[in-house]
């Protein structure tokens, strides 16, 4: 959705970004609950504190959305970092869990 944007297509189609918030969500409550039952602390708690955050500015660019502005990029850049750093942490803390 960020090409879209940067291509200057933006705001996303509505059903490309009601997927992508639902599978974010999904993801997150997931990893919510799995942090809580098995007591993780360490990497899988800052994962999902970055992915806490992400989802936060995901709310942002939501809002301009509907009141029909354009998306800030700065928001969007910063959305997507948090996303695929939080991501990041989350894999390498479960590589290393399973090893």
Same mark, same amino acid.
């Given at each position: 959705? !960020?090409?879209?944007?940067?291509?200057? +297509?933006?705001?996303?189609?509505?059903? %490309? !970004?009601?997927?992508?918030?639902?599978? !974010?969500?999904?993801?997150?409550?997931?990893?919510?609950?799995?942090?809580?039952?098995?007591?993780?602390?360490?990497?899988?708690?800052?994962?999902?504190?970055?992915?806490?955050?992400?989802?936060?500015?995901?709310?942002?660019?939501?809002?301009?959305?509907? +009141? +029909? +502005?354009?998306?800030?990029?700065?928001?969007?850049?910063?959305?997507?970092? %948090?996303?695929?750093?939080?991501?990041?942490?989350?894999?390498?803390?479960?590589?290393? %869990?399973?090893?």
């Amino acid at each position: 959705m !960020a090409v879209l944007h940067f291509k200057g +297509r933006s705001p996303p189609p509505p059903g %490309l !970004a009601v997927v992508h918030g639902l599978f !974010a969500a999904s993801g997150l409550v997931i990893l919510l609950v799995a942090v809580i039952q098995a007591h993780l602390g360490g990497a899988p708690l800052a994962a999902l504190g970055l992915l806490i955050l992400a989802a936060l500015g995901g709310f942002g660019l939501l809002s301009f959305h509907l +009141r +029909r +502005r354009a998306l800030s990029g700065g928001l969007l850049v910063g959305h997507a970092l %948090l996303a695929v750093a939080g991501f990041v942490v989350l894999l390498i803390s479960a590589l290393l %869990l399973a090893h």
